[in-house]
């Protein structure tokens, strides 16, 4: 009897899971301001005109690894970040971008995200995009700004704990910049191959695996 159920249980999930991968991931990009957010969405779009900051925040829609996405890239203003707790409770993943290059900011960077952790679900995939790797040149020097954000933000085993919550991290060193040079020519296959299109394909699995239609229903 425990089997049958067990292997009904099993086909449940992987049609809930069928079901869910057709369905919109909803993702919210943050991150201090200048960090790049907006030029990331740029790149799944192909714009290569420049790129202006942006001021409160936009809704885009883009498709990476045949999944759609909606992303919420919400400006790194002082007067902006208090909303950023009001597009992070429902959703599937989220994008933190941090300018590597920028090293007198990891502690503002960690306070802005501590200071909305607990209206953040609890267990959903947070990205760490350390952008504009472009600017710092010494192998040794961009080793040692990687280790001091993981040391900033405490990030242990791919897992960070804020408030009492625990999420699974990936940290990804990147540069929009060069990738967006590479992809001029408009193939979004090198962008979906680039190490930020793999980290793009990291928080869309777990994302997937975390949504409500297969995570809560057998708990």
């Known amino acids: 009897m425990g089997n049958a159920?067990?292997?009904?249980?099993?086909?449940?999930?992987?049609?809930?899971e069928v079901f869910n991968s057709d369905k919109e991931l909803d993702l919210t990009i943050?991150?201090?301001?200048?960090a790049g957010k907006s030029t990331l969405i740029s790149l799944f779009k192909h714009d290569n005109e420049l790129i202006k900051p942006t001021l409160?925040?936009?809704?885009?829609?883009?498709?990476?690894?045949?999944k759609k996405l909606k992303?919420?890239?919400?400006?790194?203003?002082?007067?902006?970040?208090?909303?950023?707790?009001?597009?992070?409770?429902?959703i599937n993943?989220?994008?933190?971008?941090?300018?590597?290059?920028?090293s007198?900011?990891?502690?503002?960077?960690?306070?802005?995200?501590?200071?909305?952790?607990?209206?953040?679900?609890?267990?959903?995939?947070?990205?760490?995009?350390?952008?504009?790797?472009?600017?710092?040149?010494?192998?040794q020097e961009l080793n040692n700004r990687v280790n001091e954000v993981v040391n900033k933000f405490q990030i242990?085993?791919?897992?960070?704990?804020?408030?009492?919550?625990?999420?699974?991290?990936?940290?990804?060193?990147?540069?929009?910049?060069?990738e967006q040079e590479k992809s001029k020519g408009g193939r979004m296959n090198d962008v979906e191959e680039s190490d930020i299109g793999n980290a793009f394909k990291w928080i869309i699995k777990i994302g997937e695996n975390n949504s409500p239609m297969v995570s809560e229903v057998f708990k």
């Open 93 to 102: 993943g989220l994008i933190f971008m941090i300018d590597i290059a920028d």
């Open 156 to 178: 242990k085993n791919d897992e960070i704990e804020l408030k009492d919550k625990k999420f699974m991290t990936k940290v990804v060193v990147c540069s929009v910049k060069n």
């Open 71 to 90: 992303v919420f890239d919400l400006g790194g203003q002082a007067g902006i970040k208090k909303f950023w707790d009001k597009y992070v409770t429902n």
């Open 30 to 34: 943050i991150g201090l301001d200048a």
């Open 104 to 139: 007198n900011r990891y502690g503002e960077a960690y306070n802005s995200l501590y200071s909305i952790s607990s209206d953040v679900k609890d267990g959903i995939p947070i990205l760490f995009l350390l952008n504009k790797s472009d600017l710092i040149n010494n192998d």
């Open 56 to 66: 409160g925040y936009s809704i885009e829609q883009i498709n990476v690894h045949n």
């Open 5 to 16: 159920i067990s292997h009904a249980t099993k086909r449940i999930r992987r049609i809930l």
